[in-house]
C-alpha cells in the first residue's frame, strides 16, 4: 500500500481573503478573486501549495456591530477572526465609499484584537465607480494596515467599473489582469519570506514556532529605560 504524502500539500500556507462588497454579485468580490488567483498562481509557480479561506464582511455585518459594543464575538465572527489569525498572507478589498474605506470593512478590524496583523503580508484592493476614487487606497487603507503592523506590499489594485469587461491585450502593462498579476507576485514573494522558507521549499505553516516577523511582545524586548540611558 502506497503511504507517501505529498509534504507540500500537507504545510499549506493559509491565505485569507476579506471582501467588503454588499452586493451578489459584487465587483469587490470579483476584484478579491482575480487578486486570489494570481496570489495562487504565483506560489504554485514556486511549488508552493496554499490553503484559501473568503470570509464576505457583509455576512458578519450583525455580528460586527454585536461585537463593537459588547466586545464578544458572536459564533461566525470568532470564527473568522479566528482565520486571520492564522493566515500567512491576506487580500483585503473593499468598495470605496466617500473617498474612504467602507464602515463595515473598517469596523470588522476593529473588532481583531491589537497585534492580530503585525508583520502579516496584506495586499490591498477597491473598487469604485470611477478612477477618480484611485487614490483613497493609499491615503485611507494602507495608513490603516500600517496602524495594525502588517506589511503591505508596494502594490495596489483600484478597479473602477470600467476595468471589468474591458477589452485589452495580453501586453497592456494597465489592464487590470496585469495589475492583480503584479501583486499577486509580490504578495506570494512577501508570504514566502514571511514563512521562512525560499522559492520551491515546503512552508512551514504560521503556528510552527521560529517563523515569521516579531509581534508586539518582541517589540520592546530590548527596550532600556531612560533612566538608565541618562545614568550611562
Known sequence: ?????????ERSLNLVVVSAGTSVPSSTRMLA???TSATS????????QVSVTVLEARELAHEVVDATFTRFPGEKLR???EEIGRADGLIA???????????LFKSLFDVIDPGTLAGVPVALGATGGTARHSLAVDYALRPLFAYLKADVVPTSVFAAAEDFGAVTTAGDENSLRTRAGRVG???????LRFAGVTAGAVAP?????????KTDDDEFTDFV????????
Open 79 to 81: 470564527a473568522a477572526v
Open 185 to 191: 507576485t509580490e504578495l506570494a514573494d512577501y508570504m
Open 1 to 9: 500500500m502506497n503511504t507517501h504524502h505529498d509534504q507540500s500539500a
Open 225 to 232: 529605560p531612560m533612566g538608565d540611558l541618562l545614568g550611562r
Open 41 to 48: 498562481d504565483a506560489l504554485a509557480r514556486h511549488g508552493q
Open 33 to 35: 478573486d482575480q487578486l
Open 93 to 103: 478589498v473593499t468598495p470605496i465609499y466617500n473617498q474612504s474605506f467602507s464602515g
Open 205 to 213: 505553516t504560521r503556528a510552527d514556532e521560529g517563523r515569521g516577523r
